[in-house]
């Protein structure tokens, strides 16, 4: 069963506006990274945030972690129309070195 | 892009015959796996491995086998295809299994139809 979960499972936005992604778990973790896939490839890292982290920035992202809501969130900005893509979050549970991926959430930016 | 190359592409096989894909890395990565995506489910993982012929399964490992006689090789092995099989397979690598502290790099994919 999925550790991560994604929120919302699709979003459809205009070129230019804010993305936000969310992602909840159950279990206490390390670290958490987000991957992102666009159709028919396979999936790239974004960025990882460590648990002891509240947030990072890269670019035109920026993550944030809340452990004590087992929670994350991916905000893209300005976003563009190459931002199309499904966004995942990975995270590892504490004690359990395997690393699930949650179902994802499909962006679609609008030109 | 890290150096992951999976074939088939693409393969349409009937039920009941043995299939295997093959990853190929050249990053000298210690870890390899192998996910199953499908819709509704994610990414699923069925097998790993942490080295030559040292393996473990995943999540999804029923009808699954996995072999790595060569770093550089990962092989995934449905013995005997059935339609739930059907999915895309990701091979996967990692400079470390130890939860999501490295970089998981993923090859482009392999569409398997089970008919």
């Known amino acids: 069963s999925q550790q991560g979960e994604e929120d919302p499972q699709a979003l459809s936005i205009q070129e230019g506006e804010n993305a936000t992604m969310n992602c909840s778990y159950k279990t206490s973790i390390n670290n958490l990274q987000w991957y992102r896939q666009n159709s028919g490839r396979g999936l790239v890292h974004l960025i990882l945030?460590?648990?002891?982290?509240r947030e990072k920035h890269s670019g035109r992202l920026r993550v944030t972690l809340d452990t004590s809501k087992k929670s994350s969130s991916l905000l893209i900005t300005a976003s563009r129309a190459a931002d199309t893509a499904s966004y995942f979050c990975a995270t590892d549970a504490l004690g359990y070195q395997k690393v699930t991926f949650g179902i994802g959430t499909k962006l679609q930016v609008i030109p | 892009d890290a150096g992951i190359t999976q074939s088939p592409r693409h393969k349409v096989t009937e039920t009941g015959t043995p299939v295997t894909l093959r990853c190929h890395q050249t990053?000298?990565?210690?870890?390899m796996y192998w996910y199953r995506q499908d819709p509704g489910h994610g990414l699923r993982l069925i097998h790993y491995?942490?080295?030559?012929?040292?393996?473990d399964k995943g999540e999804v490992s029923d009808g699954y086998s996995v072999s790595r006689s060569k770093t550089e090789d990962f092989l995934l092995t449905l013995e005997s295809a059935t339609s739930s099989q059907t999915s895309v397979y990701f091979c996967a690598i990692s400079e470390s299994g130890t939860g999501v502290r490295h970089t998981i790099y993923f090859g482009e994919g392999s569409w398997l139809t089970v008919v």
């Open positions: 990053e000298n990565h210690r870890y």
């Open positions: 491995s942490y080295g030559v012929k040292d393996t």
């Open positions: 945030i460590r648990s002891n982290e």
